[in-house]
């Protein structure tokens, strides 16, 4: 199976009296079409292991591999080229443009692929289509409730076809029903071969995915991938 993520060893220091070791060495592998729950407590690391999955932060040692390319050693005008092919991100706040309609929204996902203003409007429509929001293409993120923006969240994560989507905290800001819906999307997604990291403090909800990682003080506690191998 192709390995779309692989962390080797990874550590995060942040400096202090003393230094807060946030990671301290994690390894790990996603293969292609997986549905992964990334869990743990508040404290334990899971926004550090983001930022550094999502290329935004570096680590402070250890490799990280998205999609064949070692990314933690990428310059960043290299990886501000490659970021959008890579990962998708869906974060807790949906962070959408206000004043641009939901077609817009998720075209912005394609900015910086070369694709002229008509393509990325259709690419846009296409992705919108595929999380069931093919009919609220010119509303603003103000004339849609929580579950529709966050819809318009994913399709913009997966309007470039990146190798992985990184979830953060994905159904937070929902209500319970409305955030089985979303999952109920992930799992859709991932059914059509996406892969998906989803990071959260939820054990319920991590329950629900079919591979369950828990970290713990900046390192893996357990894998329900290993624990399956084993
Ligand atoms: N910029 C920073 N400087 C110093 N310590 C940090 C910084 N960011 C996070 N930490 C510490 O690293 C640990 C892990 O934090 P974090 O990754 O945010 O955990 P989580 O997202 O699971 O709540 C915590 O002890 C936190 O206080
Ligand atoms: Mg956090």
Redesign the pocket.
Known sequence: MTEVLELADVVKS?P?HPP?H?LAGVSLTVHEGELVGIV??????????LHIIGTLDRPSSGVVTIGGHVVSTMSDRRLSAARSSLIGFVFQQFHLIPSMTALDNVATGLLYTGANLTERRFKAFEALQRVGLAHRLTHLPSELSGGERQRVAIARALVNKPAIILADEPTGNLDTHTGEQIMGLFHDLNAQGATILVIT?DRELAEGLPRQVHIRD?RLESDSAATVAA
């Not at 743990?40 to 292991?49: H, M």
């Open positions: 942040y202090g807060v946030a743990g407590p508040s404290g334990s690391g899971k926004s550090t292991l403090h900046g």
